[in-house]
């Protein structure tokens, strides 16, 4: 048995020993299903039978709590739970190792009350801070890496992309001075500020949302020092220019797929690669939030990244095979990446695969 393996069962049984008490929705996943709410009503009725039957039995049967176990035979990482070995074993740190793992462990457990391990007092301290900041108009005077800029107010979004930077690890996937940056996934605006923030001389934001793309301008109009560096592309990345893609609308996390029909709202799609050459640009850092579209638009980026090999910050949680398939294409490109890992939400959202050259 490989050390991934036992350190596997090791973090499988250290997390399955959580009760699954809490309430299965928080400030990182306000709403579930009713079917969620469901399954996690039944694991709190069986963890309580299982307390009851260890508190009956203990005294002359064992005194060791057994662990009570419920996994669902349609979930990905209960199927696939070695298939993640490869991937573990390209990342770059220990660190990233044993994050790694708990995430994995969290979602073959996929119990709606547990909880991933997490700072969560630190979290609290940072959105209590920002949320004492006078709020004007819906937006704050924000001081980032000693640039003042203002912000949509959303003191988690803040938190997440700004105190704990979750499109940078450690000093090794960082923006730099002089970096070009493709900004996959504008939503409001706020990353594209904290890459200019850090020194970014070009960001190429990508969002095709209305609503994103109002808020989006607002939020440029407030920061005028920076909006001249920030271009705004409204167009959908994928593996294939100029074909129509489908959409329902969602906010933040609206995700698309190819046509079935005439109907509803599209978009048209543009590969990264065909934008990079319109604008005879190089890229120095990607970074991609974009609701499961991830993968067909690192394929569409194939030849800007074997030419450039351009920092990546890629979120792999929208979908349940991101943390296998999406490490085996940045590997397949034979770049030289040194992969990490990391997660900013106790809940399993938010968790970004970082790669960099180790040869530039």
Request: with cysteine; aromatic share 14%.
């Amino acid at each position: 048995m490989s050390d991934f393996h036992l350190k596997l069962i090791k973090e499988i049984n250290r997390q399955s020993r959580q009760k699954p008490d809490n309430a299965c929705v928080n400030r990182f996943r306000p709403h579930v299903s009713s079917r969620v709410k469901l399954i996690h009503y039944f694991q709190v009725i069986m963890n309580n039978l299982q307390r009851t039957f260890s508190k009956l039995t203990k005294s002359y049967l064992s005194r060791y709590e057994p662990t009570l176990l419920l996994l669902d035979q349609n979930n990905y990482f209960v199927n696939s739970i070695y298939c993640f070995e490869k991937a573990y074993e390209k990342l770059g740190d220990e660190a990233s190792k044993e994050k790694y793992l708990s995430y994995i462990s969290f979602n073959y457990i996929r119990r709606y009350g547990a909880r991933l391990p997490f700072d969560i007092e630190s979290f609290d301290a940072y959105e209590r801070e920002l949320s004492s900041i006078v709020d004007t108009d819906g937006y704050q005077l924000i001081s980032v890496n000693e640039n003042e800029v203002y912000l949509p107010f959303d003191p988690i979004g803040f938190t997440i992309n700004f105190k704990l930077q979750q499109y940078a690890y450690q000093n090794r996937v960082v923006i730099e001075n002089g970096d070009v940056v493709l900004d996959c996934g504008a939503a409001n605006g706020d990353t594209a500020l904290y890459f200019t923030a850090y020194g970014a001389s070009k960001v190429y934001s990508f969002e095709f949302l209305k609503e994103n793309i109002i808020k989006f301008n607002n939020t440029m109009l407030r920061n005028k020092a920076f909006s001249n560096l920030i271009e705004l592309v409204e167009r959908a990345l994928w593996d294939e220019s100029n074909i129509r893609l489908s959409f329902s609308e969602n906010g933040n996390a609206t995700s698309v797929q190819k046509c079935s029909s005439n109907e509803g709202d599209t978009v048209q799609t543009i590969t990264i690669d065909e934008f990079t050459a319109q604008k005879g640009t190089h890229v120095d850092f990607i970074k991609m939030d974009i609701e499961g579209a991830e993968l067909n638009a690192l394929r569409g980026a194939k030849e800007t990244i074997l030419k450039y090999k351009p920092k990546l910050a890629i979120c792999v949680y929208h979908k349940d095979d991101d943390l296998v398939s999406i490490p085996d294409f940045i590997d397949s490109l034979n770049c030289d990446y040194e992969m990490y890992f990391d997660y900013y939400t106790d809940t399993g959202a938010e968790a970004v695969l970082y790669a960099r050259a180790v040869d530039k």
